[in-house]
């Protein structure tokens, strides 16, 4: 189950019910603790109420950032941030992370110091020490180190709630940095095809034989031949005849 997305949370936006318990917690619990923390450590009552308020307030944060803050960064933010860096939905949790990991880590030193302190001055008075030596033991850049975190843990918080006003669009006009789904237009059709008309096959035009000019001189000397033989058989023929009528003219004397 992906504590991201389920189950359902009940503001009615669409969140998780993680996501949704974490933004009243902030509201109703984390913030007011820093103000009231901040408030105590002002009137010197930093044991027990301010130490142990600080002790509260730390642990709740680091399962916060494990079970839901890192979840939403690596399943939303890892993949899409590069690609959209100005996107409000990618950007402002980012700028909580910036925010938020150097005061959780800040407000853990204070309080692990806190614990430290507390142990070695424990030890100091069994051992009998006067409070002079005491002193030693004590934390003593606390105060500049809470005013930071406290800035720091007020302006992480301020930013988660804008960061999930943003991401499930509560705001009015707040960008989610999701691209817009594209057009649909109608699906162009490729033109019909239609059958290529193929020209006739040109065929070589027959050209008649080029005459050639010894052709044609063989040809005059073959007609000239026949004429020279058709000549002399008209002469020879008439030659015979006229013998024949001489002769026919000397029997008939």
Do not use: C
């Amino acid at each position: 189950m992906n504590l991201y997305l389920e189950p359902p949370g009940f503001l009615g936006t669409g969140a998780s019910l993680l996501a949704d318990l974490t933004l009243i917690f902030y509201i109703l619990l984390i913030a007011p603790a820093m103000l009231i923390g901040f408030w105590l450590a002002r009137r010197g009552r930093h044991r027990p109420a301010h130490r142990n308020l600080m002790i509260g307030v730390t642990a709740i944060n680091w399962v916060l950032i494990i079970f839901l803050m890192l979840v939403a960064y690596r399943f939303d933010v890892a993949g899409n941030f590069p690609n959209q860096p100005t996107a409000p939905r990618y950007l402002l949790p980012v700028l909580h992370a910036l925010l938020g990991l150097p005061a959780q880590l800040l407000a853990t030193y204070i309080v692990v110091r806190m614990l430290i302190e507390d142990v070695r001055v424990a030890q100091g008075k069994r051992r009998g020490e006067p409070v002079t030596q005491l002193r030693r033991y004590w934390f003593k850049q606390a105060k500049p180190a809470m005013q930071i975190t406290l800035g720091l843990w007020l302006a992480t918080a301020a930013l988660g709630v804008i960061t999930y006003l943003v991401r499930y669009e509560v705001l009015p006009g707040s960008a989610s940095g999701e691209a817009a789904p594209p057009v649909a237009t109608p699906e162009v059709q490729p033109p019909v095809g239609t059958a290529e008309v193929v020209p006739p096959v040109e065929t070589p035009e027959v050209q008649p034989p080029v005459a050639t000019p010894e052709l044609d001189e063989d040809a005059a000397e073959d007609a000239t031949r026949a004429a020279e033989r058709s000549a002399r058989d008209a002469t020879r023929t008439a030659e015979e005849a006229a013998e024949d009528a001489t002769r026919a003219a000397e029997d008939h004397d």
